[in-house]
């Protein structure tokens, strides 16, 4: 173990070198190239900056209106049949949006059921075993152009959905 530690501290200054030595080899003008792939990112920041403010306000809408605990209250009778725990519906809905969002959700819950807990337990699986579905797809899609999306999104949430499951068996196991 302590090898891979080793090499990790020298993986980066070999990545630099390998990329100097390789673009005075091959005499590639790096700054030019550099300065070009940073005005591609900007163009890319600015095709998606639109989705991104309108995703973050709509987030942050759900939040506000009390949305997600009308949802949890709606939906708590299906959670309690599945055995999923009905303080964990508002983060399973805001995940599927926004990162930050469903992390600052994570850190209400850890506050209010304590890291240990298996609320909390399920909570932090959750956020790595997930993904912010229609944020991805939005931003991934509209920067590649992609306009016929067929089965993405149905595969999307039926992984996700399986990783909400193996969050709770995960967590029970614990």
């Given at each position: 173990m302590t090898?891979?530690?080793?090499?990790?501290?020298?993986?980066?200054?070999?990545l630099l070198f390998y990329i100097v030595a390789f673009a005075l080899t091959e005499k590639v003008h790096v700054y030019d190239e550099f300065v070009t792939g940073a005005a591609d990112g900007i163009r890319t920041v600015l095709?998606?900056?639109?989705?991104?403010?309108g995703l973050m306000a709509a987030v942050g809408m759900l939040r506000a209106s009390g949305f997600l605990d009308l949802a949890a209250e709606y939906l708590s009778g299906l959670a309690e049949l599945l055995h999923f725990p009905v303080q964990l519906i508002p983060l399973s809905i805001i995940r599927l949006f926004s990162s930050s969002a469903a992390t600052s959700l994570a850190l209400d819950i850890y506050k209010s059921y304590g890291t240990d807990s298996f609320i909390g337990l399920t909570a932090s699986i959750m956020m790595g075993c997930t993904e912010t579905v229609f944020y991805t797809m939005s931003v991934y899609f509209l920067t590649a152009k992609v306009t016929r999306t067929r089965w993405t999104l149905a595969g999307a949430l039926i992984s996700t959905f399986a990783g909400i499951a193996a969050s709770v068996v995960l967590a029970g196991a614990m």
């Open positions: 090898f891979f530690y080793y090499i990790s501290d020298f993986i980066i200054p070999i095709k998606i900056l639109p989705t991104l403010v």
